[in-house]
Each structure stands twice: as C-alpha cells, then as structure tokens.
C-alpha cells in the first residue's frame, strides 16, 4: 500500500469511526419539547407562525431540539398557556401577553397599547430600548421568559351588526376585545368579553356578542366573521402593532447547551419578522375579497369617536401604570419611547406616507 492509498483509507475509517461513534451521542442529546398555543392548530398566521417556530428550532438544531405544537385546546385550555410554560406542563407556549392581565397585569406593555406604538416601533423598544428587559423582569416570578414572536401589524376595529356613528352606538355594546381596549370600551359604556379566537364565529352568531374584533383582513376572513356581521370598521385603535410572544420555560431553557439556546432565541426573532411579513402580504388581497366578493361595508370610526376612545385609552394606560411598581416602572420606559418615537415618525413615516399618497 503506498502512502496515499493508506491516507485513503484510514482517512476514511477515521470518518466511519466518527460517524459511529456520534450516532448514538445525537440520539442521547435529542431533547422533546412541547409547544401549547391560544389558537386553533394551523390557524393562518397566528397558529401557522407557531408552527414555523417549533419547525426552525427543530430544523435548525438538527433534530436535536424537536418541538411538537398543540393547538388550544389540545393539551391545555387556550387561556391556559402561561400557567402551563409556568409549571413545565409544556415547555414552550405562543400566545399574546394580554391574556394573562389576570395574573400579571403589566404583561399588556408587551403585546399592545390602545393608541401605542406600531410594529416597527415595539421592535425599536423591545430589542433596543430596554423593553426585553422589563419584559423579563415580569415574568421571572412565574419561571417563564417571553421573546417577540410575531405580530399582526395594525390590526382592524373590528365587525359590528350596526353602524358606530357617535359614542352612543357603543353603549350597551357587548364585545369581545381583549386588554386594555375592552377596558377603554368598558368606560364608554360596552361590556368587553374575552373569548378565544376559536369561539368568534359561533359567540357572534349566536348573540352572545354584538360586536367582536380578531385581528385583520387575512384572519378575518378565514374565520368567516363577514357572515357573521356587516359593518368592519378601522382602524383597530386598541391594536396598534401586536406582539405574539412565544413563551419559554426558564428551566428548561437554562438546561439546554448554549448552541440551542442560541437557536430557540433567534428562532423567536425570525418568525417576528417572517409573521408580520405574510400580514403585509396578505391583508390587502384578504381585505378586497371581503369588501368585493362577500359585500362587507367597510367603515371609519367617526374622528369625534377616535378623540374620545385616544382620551380614555391614556386613562387607562396610567391607570394600570398606578396598580404596582413594576407596571410604573414599564409604563415610564414605554411611554418615553413612544414619546421620542412620534416626533420621528411624525417627520419620516408619516410625512412619507402622506407625501405618497399626494395628500
Ligand atoms: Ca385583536
């Protein structure tokens, strides 16, 4: 055997070795994890960009962190996620931060402000303006850690049976919104309720509700709710730019090699981006057929209603900043970033937009 054939094949017994001998480690390090969620299993947008979180964390792991999603309801209630990433039931959970005002009510900072900030402008403060920080302080009591992990964008007013012409039509009102907009409604008059979004269709139908908000064109009309009501106003005042949090286990999390955390943490940062991305691409088709093929009349709320639902919104907001030092403390930070936010935006966004629009 001359020298290079030999290289050739101890070269390639060395592999063999190795590739045997790190077979059964992989096996050994593969780690299962589950995922509960507040939507219905493979709801678009919001039930499919869970599903893309539990498949970039397994792809990008290699298969050595699998996580397997569960729709509402599958293993645990959908307003039972939090408590199940809190107690280990499931390791990783995808839901919004205002469901759980209940338990932790500061947690509303980090899903969305009634007349807050937009999308670009959460982003801004979560990653860059001491937001995740704050974040993580709030949920450190219950061993769970919240990332970005999606949002909806600007999302719609909502669908009502008859038309909100002054702030009258909004008393007596019962509607399912959820956080502090149900709480704004609430002041005004309306009853706010809170269902999941798998119970929409039928609480409208039904009469349980008058009126109810989802999210956008794109989830609207999945769920049918244009048959369900005649009137879809906007803008959705009470959302401005929804974070959908993905929600992680702190134990589980600190138990993973620092690789895998790596993974499931900028995982969480690509499906931010990626979910608000398909909203923006689907919101504008979705929104065409609901208005040219199913016949939904599309309203504004009267600038009078907007004045007065932006006077208790900033009510509410310091109201809740008043309940405990931690909301204080996340109200001042949010609210300074907002603050400094619209001076720019003012000059840039909306200068732009209204400059292409020729207004
Ligand atoms: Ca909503």
């Given amino acids: 055997m001359d020298r ?28 299962k994890w589950k995922m509960v969620t507040t939507w219905p299993k493979n709801f678009p947008g919001l039930g499919t960009g869970a599903n893309n979180l539990a498949r970039l964390i397994t792809e990008m792991s290699g298969g050595r962190l699998k996580v397997k999603v569960y729709g509402a309801k599958e293993l645990v209630p959908a307003f039972e996620v939090f408590d199940a990433v809190s107690h ?18 500061e947690a509303q900072f980090f899903s969305t402000m009634p007349f807050g900030m937009t999308a670009q402008e959460m982003n801004g403060w979560i990653y860059y303006g001491g937001g995740q920080q704050l974040w993580d302080k709030a949920y450190e009591p ?78 609207d009309l999945a769920f049918g709710l244009y048959k369900a009501a005649k009137y879809y106003y906007y803008p959705g005042f009470h959302e401005p730019g929804t974070i959908l949090e993905a929600l992680i286990n ?58 007065q639902l932006r006077k208790v919104s900033v009510e509410v907001a310091e109201e809740l900043a008043g309940q405990n030092q931690a909301a204080a403390e996340i109200y001042k930070s949010y609210n300074a970033f907002l603050q400094a936010s619209r001076k720019y935006t003012r000059i840039s966004d909306l200068a732009y937009l209204e400059a292409r629009d020729g207004r």
């Avoid at 063999?16 to 050994?28: C, D, L, T």
């Avoid at 991305?277 to 979705?286: C, D, L, V």
């Fill in 142 to 219: 219950f061993g769970v850690m919240g990332r970005p992990a999606g949002n909806t964008g600007v999302q719609m007013g909502g669908w009502f049976n008859k038309e909100i012409n002054s702030l009258e039509d909004l008393k007596g009102l019962k509607m399912r919104i959820p956080g502090l907009g149900g709480e704004v409604l609430k002041r005004l008059g309306g009853t706010p309720v809170n269902l999941p979004g798998g119970e929409l269709f039928t609480a409208l139908t039904s009469g349980t509700i008058d009126a109810t908000e989802w999210v956008g064109p794109y989830n």
């Fill in 4 to 31: 290079r054939d030999f290289l050739k094949k101890t070269g390639a017994a060395a592999v063999a070795g190795a590739g045997m001998a790190a077979a059964p480690a992989i096996a050994r390090s593969t780690i």
């Fill in 250 to 307: 702190r134990k589980a999390f600190e138990e993973l090699p620092r690789d895998l955390q790596a993974i499931v943490l900028n995982a969480c940062k690509v499906v931010n981006m990626d979910m608000l991305a398909e909203y923006s691409a689907r919101n504008p088709g979705a929104l065409d057929q609901l208005v040219n093929k199913h016949g939904v009349q599309l309203r504004a709320y009267p600038d009078d209603v907007l004045q």
């Fill in 88 to 105: 280990g039931t499931a390791e990783m959970g995808h839901a919004s931060a205002y469901y759980w005002k209940g338990k932790v009510p």
